[in-house]
């Protein structure tokens, strides 16, 4: 019967056919030890030279690393083997017997080398582990969403503006002037688009466009008709660090909310990364296992975690022996002194203005400062979400857009919503491959993700 290593336990004393790849094998020349990987998980098939075909030995004495296969056998409980069970060999079917020199080996690999061989580093158990814990903090995000009330809202990529500042944003032509006479478009008047009327695109007259940093001013746009959504997706900065938090490309999910203020956005994050971080323990116990991650940091991911104002963080930063300014940005080094003196995740609020983005409304308790927090991930990982409630004053938008140097022309449909039914809202974005290096326990993003982009790096 056809299974998957995912359903073997269902099948104890049958006899079964697997699907997969030869993971691993050795051989003591009576007895072939067959490690196989079906993509579901790994099963040892042991086969016994004096049991088979002879014609069947030979396949297998002739198997290489990473060739694709069909067993069949028989589930046998073996309490030492990770999933449990391990199949008694009754057949082997090559599919493709791979190319000799599978360039990945038991040996210890530089990073360089299995980042140029990412496409088939992708197969090893750790990297095909630290993909499950991805997929499980996507579908508990969509999860914790629908279930609070947010509407999945898809967000544009190519945009005309930027949202976090004009110094990491990646810039492309958007067609000539003569391209774009062909096609018109006009508005009929009543929010439906009509097709070849003739009619201007003010905003997309400069013929650049660049790669979306952040979804979030279109979220803004969302919310004034769905109340609370989210985005996730692909999003792009320039950025030139070569730290092991960044990427040129990432995937970040933005939630924003009308009629919720600082606190409550916070209170939003707080229920996230707790439900996230109890699916993953919940979900992927066997992942974590692979991956040696030490378990015990995570079961502290409990509410409420740690408030600090800026203030608070920079005074507490000055006394553990950083040189931070009073009013400057955290570094990454700061980030990581304060995460390893709380065993909870922290919230940073209330920075100073001049160190964050236009769009953030001013603290009325002190208009030098932002409500916003940033929320950094215990054990040295630092930030995984930044977030914070808009400026919702249409005057006030416009003069931050101004002051930040920014041409507001573009930003002229972002003013709309400080025009019409302009409310309080709030919301915030989480880095996902921050937070899948965080609960994986790894070094560097750059395993997070299938085909990291870096400054040095687009290949594969
Ligand atoms: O703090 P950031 O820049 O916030 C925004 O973009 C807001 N517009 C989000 C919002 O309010 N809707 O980015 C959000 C998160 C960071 O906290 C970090 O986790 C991640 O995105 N991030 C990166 N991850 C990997 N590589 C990079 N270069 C990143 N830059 C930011
Ligand atoms: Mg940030």
Same mark, same amino acid.
């Given at each position: 019967?056809?299974? +998957?290593?995912?359903?073997?336990?269902?099948?104890?004393?049958?006899?079964?056919?697997?699907?997969?790849?030869?993971?691993?094998?050795?051989?003591?020349?009576?007895?072939?030890?067959?490690?196989?990987?079906?993509?579901?998980?790994?099963?040892?098939?042991?086969?016994?030279?004096?049991?088979?075909?002879?014609?069947?030995?030979?396949?297998?004495?002739?198997?290489?690393?990473?060739?694709?296969?069909?067993?069949?056998?028989?589930?046998?409980?073996?309490?030492?083997?990770?999933?449990?069970?391990?199949?008694?060999?009754?057949?082997?079917?090559?599919?493709?017997?791979?190319?000799?020199?599978?360039?990945?080996?038991?040996?210890?690999?530089?990073?360089?080398?299995?980042?140029?061989?990412?496409?088939?580093?992708?197969?090893?158990?750790?990297?095909?582990?630290?993909?499950?814990?991805?997929?499980?903090?996507?579908?508990?995000?969509?999860?914790?969403?629908?279930?609070?009330?947010?509407?999945?809202?898809?967000?544009?990529?190519?945009?005309?503006?930027?949202?976090?500042? +004009?110094?990491?944003?990646?810039?492309?032509?958007?067609?000539?002037?003569?391209?774009?006479?062909?096609?018109?478009?006009?508005?009929?008047?009543?929010?439906?688009?009509?097709?070849?009327?003739?009619?201007?695109?003010?905003?997309?007259?400069?013929?650049?466009?660049?790669?979306?940093?952040?979804?979030?001013?279109?979220?803004?746009?969302?919310?004034?008709?769905?109340?609370?959504?989210?985005?996730?997706?692909?999003?792009?900065?320039?950025?030139?660090?070569?730290?092991?938090?960044?990427?040129?490309?990432?995937?970040?999910?933005?939630?924003?909310?009308?009629?919720?203020?600082?606190?409550?956005?916070?209170?939003?994050?707080?229920?996230?990364?707790?439900?996230?971080?109890?699916?993953?323990?919940?979900?992927?116990?066997?992942?974590?296992?692979?991956?040696?991650?030490?378990?015990?940091?995570?079961?502290?991911?409990?509410?409420?975690?740690?408030?600090? +104002?800026?203030?608070?963080?920079?005074?507490?930063?000055?006394?553990?022996?950083?040189?931070?300014?009073?009013?400057?940005?955290?570094?990454?080094?700061?980030?990581?002194?304060?995460?390893?003196?709380?065993?909870?995740?922290?919230?940073?609020?209330?920075?100073?203005?001049?160190?964050?983005?236009?769009?953030?409304?001013?603290?009325?308790?002190?208009?030098?400062?932002?409500?916003?927090?940033?929320?950094?991930?215990?054990?040295?990982?630092?930030?995984?979400?930044?977030?914070?409630?808009?400026?919702?004053?249409?005057?006030?938008?416009?003069?931050?857009?101004?002051?930040?140097?920014?041409?507001?022309?573009?930003?002229?449909?972002?003013?709309?919503?400080?025009?019409?039914?302009?409310?309080?809202?709030?919301?915030?974005?989480?880095?996902?491959?921050?937070?899948?290096?965080?609960?994986?326990?790894?070094?560097?993003?750059?395993?997070?993700?299938?085909?990291?982009?870096?400054?040095?790096?687009?290949?594969?």
């Amino acid at each position: 019967m056809l299974t +998957t290593v995912s359903h073997i336990h269902e099948h104890l004393g049958e006899t079964v056919e697997l699907k997969g790849w030869c993971y691993n094998f050795r051989s003591s020349g009576k007895i072939f030890f067959l490690q196989l990987r079906d993509g579901t998980g790994r099963v040892q098939v042991v086969y016994s030279k004096a049991e088979l075909p002879s014609g069947q030995w030979d396949l297998l004495d002739a198997l290489r690393l990473e060739s694709s296969v069909v067993v069949t056998g028989v589930v046998k409980t073996e309490p030492r083997a990770p999933s449990g069970f391990e199949l008694a060999g009754l057949s082997v079917q090559v599919v493709h017997l791979a190319h000799e020199g599978y360039p990945i080996g038991k040996k210890e690999h530089g990073p360089e080398f299995l980042l140029d061989n990412r496409h088939l580093w992708l197969r090893a158990e750790s990297q095909w582990a630290v993909q499950r814990v991805r997929d499980r903090i996507i579908t508990s995000t969509y999860e914790w969403f629908h279930e609070n009330g947010f509407i999945k809202f898809d967000t544009p990529i190519l945009t005309p503006t930027s949202c976090e500042g +004009t110094t990491e944003l990646f810039e492309m032509e958007y067609f000539s002037e003569e391209d774009k006479g062909g096609q018109r478009s006009a508005e009929d008047g009543k929010g439906r688009l009509g097709k070849g009327e003739p009619g201007e695109d003010a905003a997309s007259a400069g013929g650049k466009a660049y790669l979306a940093q952040s979804g979030q001013l279109y979220l803004e746009a969302g919310i004034m008709s769905l109340g609370r959504a989210f985005d996730f997706g692909p999003v792009f900065r320039a950025e030139k660090s070569k730290t092991r938090r960044h990427l040129t490309e990432f995937w970040m999910m933005d939630a924003e909310a009308a009629f919720v203020e600082h606190e409550g956005n916070m209170a939003i994050q707080e229920a996230l990364i707790c439900r996230i971080v109890e699916d993953v323990l919940k979900h992927c116990a066997y992942e974590l296992k692979v991956l040696e991650r030490d378990l015990e940091p995570l079961k502290k991911v409990q509410a409420p975690f740690v408030h600090l +104002t800026h203030e608070e963080a920079t005074k507490k930063l000055r006394e553990l022996g950083s040189d931070i300014g009073e009013r400057a940005d955290l570094g990454a080094d700061d980030e990581t002194l304060l995460t390893q003196h709380y065993d909870r995740p922290i919230f940073i609020e209330k920075y100073p203005a001049e160190v964050k983005a236009f769009y953030m409304k001013r603290d009325p308790d002190d208009d030098t400062r932002v409500l916003n927090n940033d929320l950094l991930a215990p054990e040295g990982y630092g930030e995984i979400i930044g977030g914070s409630q808009r400026e919702d004053d249409y005057e006030t938008l416009l003069k931050r857009i101004r002051d930040h140097g920014l041409d507001p022309e573009p930003f002229d449909w972002y003013l709309d919503l400080r025009r019409y039914g302009s409310v309080p809202h709030s919301g915030f974005g989480y880095g996902l491959e921050r937070i899948v290096a965080w609960t994986c326990g790894l070094h560097h993003v750059r395993e997070t993700i299938p085909f990291p982009r870096l400054v040095n790096r687009i290949h594969p």
